[in-house]
Protein backbone atom coordinates (compact mmCIF):
# COMPACT_ATOMS: atom_id res chain seq x y z
CA UNK A 1 0.00 0.00 0.00
CA UNK A 2 2.87 2.16 0.98
CA UNK A 3 4.12 2.00 -2.18
CA UNK A 4 1.11 2.51 -4.22
CA UNK A 5 0.96 5.58 -2.03
CA UNK A 6 4.19 6.65 -3.37
CA UNK A 7 3.36 5.76 -7.10
CA UNK A 8 0.30 8.34 -6.66
CA UNK A 9 2.50 11.23 -5.26
CA UNK A 10 5.45 10.84 -7.78
CA UNK A 11 2.89 10.39 -10.57
CA UNK A 12 1.63 13.89 -9.03
CA UNK A 13 4.24 16.00 -9.42
CA UNK A 14 5.41 14.53 -12.28
CA UNK A 15 2.18 15.93 -13.72
CA UNK A 16 2.92 19.21 -12.32
CA UNK A 17 5.65 19.53 -14.15
CA UNK A 18 3.94 19.14 -17.46
CA UNK A 19 3.86 22.33 -19.47
CA UNK A 20 0.42 23.18 -19.53
CA UNK A 21 -0.50 25.38 -22.46
CA UNK A 22 -1.02 29.84 -22.20
CA UNK A 23 -4.91 30.84 -22.73
CA UNK A 24 -4.25 32.18 -25.90
CA UNK A 25 -2.51 28.70 -27.34
CA UNK A 26 -5.53 27.04 -26.07
CA UNK A 27 -8.14 28.96 -28.03
CA UNK A 28 -5.91 28.59 -31.00
CA UNK A 29 -6.02 24.70 -30.79
CA UNK A 30 -9.66 25.01 -29.91
CA UNK A 31 -10.10 27.06 -33.31
CA UNK A 32 -8.39 24.55 -35.13
CA UNK A 33 -10.11 21.92 -33.50
CA UNK A 34 -13.26 23.52 -34.69
CA UNK A 35 -12.28 24.13 -37.99
CA UNK A 36 -11.48 20.06 -38.22
CA UNK A 37 -14.35 19.14 -36.66
CA UNK A 38 -16.75 21.47 -38.97
CA UNK A 39 -14.96 19.68 -42.21
CA UNK A 40 -15.46 16.12 -40.69
CA UNK A 41 -19.24 17.11 -39.99
CA UNK A 42 -19.15 18.20 -43.54
CA UNK A 43 -17.60 15.20 -45.20
CA UNK A 44 -19.55 12.76 -43.41
CA UNK A 45 -22.93 14.18 -44.96
CA UNK A 46 -21.44 14.07 -48.16
CA UNK A 47 -20.55 10.47 -47.97
CA UNK A 48 -24.05 9.71 -46.47
CA UNK A 49 -25.78 11.26 -49.49
CA UNK A 50 -23.23 9.62 -52.13
CA UNK A 51 -23.92 6.20 -50.88
CA UNK A 52 -21.59 3.21 -50.59
CA UNK A 53 -17.89 4.32 -51.27
CA UNK A 54 -14.79 5.31 -49.84
CA UNK A 55 -13.63 8.74 -48.87
CA UNK A 56 -10.28 9.82 -47.12
CA UNK A 57 -10.74 13.67 -45.92
CA UNK A 58 -7.10 14.88 -44.78
CA UNK A 59 -6.62 18.17 -43.89
CA UNK A 60 -4.59 19.02 -47.14
CA UNK A 61 -7.16 17.81 -48.78
CA UNK A 62 -5.35 14.84 -50.43
CA UNK A 63 -6.73 11.11 -50.17
CA UNK A 64 -4.64 8.69 -49.18
CA UNK A 65 -4.56 4.61 -50.23
CA UNK A 66 -6.46 2.61 -47.89
CA UNK A 67 -4.41 0.59 -44.97
CA UNK A 68 -2.87 -2.83 -46.31
CA UNK A 69 -2.62 -5.55 -44.40
CA UNK A 70 0.85 -5.30 -41.66
CA UNK A 71 2.64 -8.56 -43.74
CA UNK A 72 2.69 -7.14 -46.76
CA UNK A 73 4.32 -3.18 -46.12
CA UNK A 74 7.45 -3.00 -47.74
CA UNK A 75 10.08 -1.74 -45.63
CA UNK A 76 10.64 1.08 -47.55
CA UNK A 77 6.88 2.11 -47.16
CA UNK A 78 7.45 1.55 -43.45
CA UNK A 79 10.43 3.36 -42.68
CA UNK A 80 9.43 6.50 -44.97
CA UNK A 81 9.27 9.13 -42.32
CA UNK A 82 10.19 9.05 -38.33
CA UNK A 83 8.13 11.62 -37.99
CA UNK A 84 4.73 11.52 -39.70
CA UNK A 85 1.90 9.19 -38.98
CA UNK A 86 1.67 6.93 -42.20
CA UNK A 87 -1.61 4.99 -43.65
CA UNK A 88 0.20 1.52 -42.52
CA UNK A 89 0.10 2.51 -39.21
CA UNK A 90 -3.64 2.80 -39.16
CA UNK A 91 -6.32 0.11 -38.88
CA UNK A 92 -8.32 -1.26 -42.21
CA UNK A 93 -12.08 -1.35 -42.38
CA UNK A 94 -11.23 -5.22 -43.17
CA UNK A 95 -9.82 -5.50 -39.47
CA UNK A 96 -13.00 -4.87 -38.00
CA UNK A 97 -15.92 -7.87 -38.37
CA UNK A 98 -18.70 -5.76 -38.68
CA UNK A 99 -19.51 -3.98 -41.66
CA UNK A 100 -18.02 -1.14 -42.98
CA UNK A 101 -18.77 1.45 -45.46
CA UNK A 102 -17.16 4.87 -45.49
CA UNK A 103 -13.62 5.98 -43.87
CA UNK A 104 -13.02 9.53 -43.03
CA UNK A 105 -9.64 10.36 -42.19
CA UNK A 106 -7.56 13.08 -41.47
CA UNK A 107 -4.37 14.41 -40.17
CA UNK A 108 -2.94 16.56 -37.48
CA UNK A 109 0.16 18.76 -35.52
CA UNK A 110 0.25 19.40 -31.93
CA UNK A 111 -2.97 18.26 -30.98
CA UNK A 112 -3.21 16.84 -27.19
CA UNK A 113 -4.33 13.51 -26.52
CA UNK A 114 -7.82 12.51 -26.03
CA UNK A 115 -9.20 9.26 -24.05
CA UNK A 116 -12.31 10.06 -22.94
CA UNK A 117 -13.61 13.61 -22.98
CA UNK A 118 -16.67 12.61 -20.37
CA UNK A 119 -13.99 11.00 -18.11
CA UNK A 120 -11.75 13.49 -18.62
CA UNK A 121 -14.61 16.16 -17.17
CA UNK A 122 -14.99 14.30 -13.99
CA UNK A 123 -11.31 14.61 -14.07
CA UNK A 124 -11.27 18.17 -13.71
CA UNK A 125 -14.07 18.23 -11.35
CA UNK A 126 -12.39 16.18 -8.77
CA UNK A 127 -9.05 17.51 -9.08
CA UNK A 128 -7.10 15.01 -11.27
CA UNK A 129 -4.79 16.16 -14.43
CA UNK A 130 -6.22 15.15 -17.82
CA UNK A 131 -4.98 12.95 -20.19
CA UNK A 132 -4.97 15.92 -22.37
CA UNK A 133 -2.00 16.83 -20.59
CA UNK A 134 0.25 14.93 -23.29
CA UNK A 135 0.50 16.96 -26.94
CA UNK A 136 1.61 14.85 -29.79
CA UNK A 137 3.76 16.33 -32.19
CA UNK A 138 1.72 14.29 -34.94
CA UNK A 139 -1.44 12.68 -35.43
CA UNK A 140 -3.70 10.76 -37.35
CA UNK A 141 -7.42 10.22 -36.76
CA UNK A 142 -10.29 8.15 -38.61
CA UNK A 143 -13.82 7.09 -38.73
CA UNK A 144 -15.32 4.05 -40.01
CA UNK A 145 -18.83 4.48 -40.40
CA UNK A 146 -21.38 1.67 -41.34
CA UNK A 147 -23.42 1.14 -44.29
CA UNK A 148 -26.25 4.21 -44.39
CA UNK A 149 -29.90 3.97 -43.57
CA UNK A 150 -32.73 6.33 -43.73
CA UNK A 151 -29.98 8.72 -44.16
CA UNK A 152 -27.69 8.25 -41.05
CA UNK A 153 -24.41 6.25 -41.14
CA UNK A 154 -23.53 5.77 -37.66
CA UNK A 155 -19.62 5.37 -36.47
CA UNK A 156 -18.44 1.61 -35.97
CA UNK A 157 -15.23 3.15 -34.26
CA UNK A 158 -12.79 5.66 -34.43
CA UNK A 159 -8.83 5.90 -34.09
CA UNK A 160 -7.03 8.60 -33.02
CA UNK A 161 -2.74 7.56 -33.33
CA UNK A 162 -0.59 10.14 -31.83
CA UNK A 163 3.10 10.28 -32.07
CA UNK A 164 4.89 11.83 -28.47
CA UNK A 165 7.49 11.42 -26.14
CA UNK A 166 7.70 8.07 -24.65
CA UNK A 167 7.43 9.26 -21.56
CA UNK A 168 4.90 10.98 -22.01
CA UNK A 169 3.06 8.18 -23.16
CA UNK A 170 3.76 6.09 -19.73
CA UNK A 171 2.40 8.92 -17.41
CA UNK A 172 -0.45 9.27 -19.82
CA UNK A 173 -1.26 5.08 -18.62
CA UNK A 174 -0.77 6.53 -15.24
CA UNK A 175 -3.21 9.60 -15.76
CA UNK A 176 -5.72 7.00 -17.07
CA UNK A 177 -5.64 5.15 -13.52
CA UNK A 178 -5.85 8.41 -11.43
CA UNK A 179 -9.32 8.95 -13.62
CA UNK A 180 -10.79 5.51 -13.31
CA UNK A 181 -9.95 5.40 -9.31
CA UNK A 182 -11.39 8.61 -9.11
CA UNK A 183 -14.62 8.46 -11.11
CA UNK A 184 -15.48 5.05 -10.57
CA UNK A 185 -19.04 6.94 -10.40
CA UNK A 186 -19.94 10.25 -11.48
CA UNK A 187 -23.19 11.99 -11.78
CA UNK A 188 -24.17 14.86 -14.11
CA UNK A 189 -26.64 17.62 -13.17
CA UNK A 190 -28.90 18.64 -15.74
CA UNK A 191 -32.22 19.14 -17.43
CA UNK A 192 -35.07 17.19 -19.51
CA UNK A 193 -39.00 17.28 -20.55
CA UNK A 194 -41.27 15.75 -19.19
CA UNK A 195 -44.83 15.86 -18.73
CA UNK A 196 -44.67 19.47 -20.91
CA UNK A 197 -42.47 20.92 -18.69
CA UNK A 198 -38.88 21.13 -17.60
CA UNK A 199 -37.67 19.51 -15.05
CA UNK A 200 -34.05 18.94 -13.34
CA UNK A 201 -31.89 15.41 -13.85
CA UNK A 202 -28.80 13.68 -12.88
CA UNK A 203 -27.44 11.17 -15.12
CA UNK A 204 -24.87 8.44 -13.98
CA UNK A 205 -21.73 7.61 -15.56
CA UNK A 206 -19.53 4.63 -14.81
CA UNK A 207 -16.03 3.30 -16.09
CA UNK A 208 -14.06 0.46 -15.24
CA UNK A 209 -10.79 -1.22 -16.09
CA UNK A 210 -11.99 -4.14 -18.21
CA UNK A 211 -7.96 -5.62 -18.85
CA UNK A 212 -4.97 -4.44 -18.92
CA UNK A 213 -1.36 -5.58 -20.88
CA UNK A 214 -3.26 -7.19 -24.17
CA UNK A 215 -1.27 -5.77 -26.70
CA UNK A 216 1.74 -3.68 -27.64
CA UNK A 217 4.11 -2.01 -24.51
CA UNK A 218 1.13 -0.87 -22.58
CA UNK A 219 -2.65 -0.95 -23.40
CA UNK A 220 -6.08 -0.76 -21.30
CA UNK A 221 -9.47 -1.22 -22.56
CA UNK A 222 -12.28 1.05 -20.30
CA UNK A 223 -15.84 0.43 -20.11
CA UNK A 224 -17.95 3.53 -19.82
CA UNK A 225 -21.48 2.72 -19.10
CA UNK A 226 -23.60 5.21 -19.03
CA UNK A 227 -27.66 5.28 -16.95
CA UNK A 228 -30.24 7.05 -18.57
CA UNK A 229 -31.11 10.86 -17.58
CA UNK A 230 -33.77 10.48 -14.48
CA UNK A 231 -35.88 13.31 -12.72
CA UNK A 232 -34.68 14.66 -9.52
CA UNK A 233 -37.76 14.82 -8.56
CA UNK A 234 -39.27 11.34 -9.01
CA UNK A 235 -36.62 9.31 -10.26
CA UNK A 236 -38.65 9.02 -13.58
CA UNK A 237 -36.79 8.27 -16.70
CA UNK A 238 -36.80 10.86 -19.78
CA UNK A 239 -34.66 8.62 -22.10
CA UNK A 240 -34.12 5.47 -23.82
CA UNK A 241 -30.63 3.74 -22.48
CA UNK A 242 -27.38 4.87 -23.44
CA UNK A 243 -25.32 2.20 -25.77
CA UNK A 244 -22.23 0.75 -23.70
CA UNK A 245 -18.63 2.30 -25.08
CA UNK A 246 -15.20 0.90 -24.79
CA UNK A 247 -12.05 2.49 -24.95
CA UNK A 248 -8.85 0.97 -26.04
CA UNK A 249 -5.92 2.70 -25.24
CA UNK A 250 -2.68 0.85 -26.74
CA UNK A 251 1.26 2.16 -26.87
CA UNK A 252 3.97 0.95 -29.35
CA UNK A 253 7.00 3.00 -28.91
CA UNK A 254 6.63 6.52 -28.90
CA UNK A 255 2.97 5.91 -30.97
CA UNK A 256 -0.56 5.64 -28.88
CA UNK A 257 -3.71 5.02 -30.80
CA UNK A 258 -6.99 5.09 -28.91
CA UNK A 259 -10.01 3.68 -30.41
CA UNK A 260 -13.39 4.26 -29.39
CA UNK A 261 -16.85 1.76 -30.28
CA UNK A 262 -19.30 3.63 -31.81
CA UNK A 263 -23.62 2.85 -30.55
CA UNK A 264 -24.17 -0.51 -31.52
CA UNK A 265 -20.89 -1.84 -31.87
CA UNK A 266 -20.74 -3.67 -28.53
CA UNK A 267 -22.49 -7.04 -28.23
CA UNK A 268 -25.04 -6.26 -25.51
CA UNK A 269 -23.22 -8.82 -22.86
CA UNK A 270 -19.94 -9.07 -24.20
CA UNK A 271 -20.46 -12.35 -23.83
CA UNK A 272 -23.12 -14.28 -26.17
CA UNK A 273 -22.02 -14.80 -29.39
CA UNK A 274 -24.30 -11.41 -31.66
CA UNK A 275 -23.95 -9.20 -34.37
CA UNK A 276 -21.41 -7.06 -32.35
CA UNK A 277 -18.07 -6.86 -30.91
CA UNK A 278 -17.07 -9.12 -28.07
CA UNK A 279 -14.65 -8.01 -25.52
CA UNK A 280 -12.23 -10.75 -26.97
CA UNK A 281 -12.86 -9.19 -30.31
CA UNK A 282 -11.60 -5.94 -28.88
CA UNK A 283 -8.81 -7.22 -27.67
CA UNK A 284 -7.87 -9.07 -31.05
CA UNK A 285 -8.70 -5.78 -32.57
CA UNK A 286 -5.87 -4.13 -30.18
CA UNK A 287 -3.47 -6.56 -30.63
CA UNK A 288 -3.78 -5.95 -34.83
CA UNK A 289 -3.93 -1.89 -33.64
CA UNK A 290 -0.51 -2.49 -31.92
CA UNK A 291 1.15 -4.82 -34.97
CA UNK A 292 0.21 -1.73 -37.39
CA UNK A 293 1.35 1.08 -35.20
CA UNK A 294 5.22 -0.94 -34.97
CA UNK A 295 5.72 -0.38 -39.13
CA UNK A 296 6.10 3.61 -37.98
CA UNK A 297 6.56 3.27 -34.02
CA UNK A 298 10.08 4.43 -32.81
CA UNK A 299 11.54 2.18 -31.53
CA UNK A 300 10.91 -0.38 -34.36
CA UNK A 301 9.18 -3.72 -33.03
Known amino acids: MREDLHFV ?6 LGGVRWAEPEEIRARARRRSRRTAALAATAVLAV ?13 TPGPPASPVAAV ?5 TAG ?4 PWEAMLSARDVRLKTDVQISEAGLGEAVRVDPVLEACGRERGVPSAAAATSRYSRSQTLLRPAVDGAAPPVLTQDVYRIDPAQGRLLFGTVALLLDACARWEISGSGQLGGGTVPTVTQHRWERSVTGFAGDE ?28 TMVVRVGDLVTVITTGPDT ?14 ADLEK ?12 ANPRC
Open 74 to 78: PASTA
Open 49 to 61: LSGSGYLAAARSG
Open 82 to 85: SAEI
Open 9 to 14: DRLHRD
Open 266 to 279: LQADGIRPGPGLSR
Open 219 to 246: SVLLRHVSLAPVSVADGRTLAELPPVEA
Open 285 to 296: LGRTAAGRLCVA
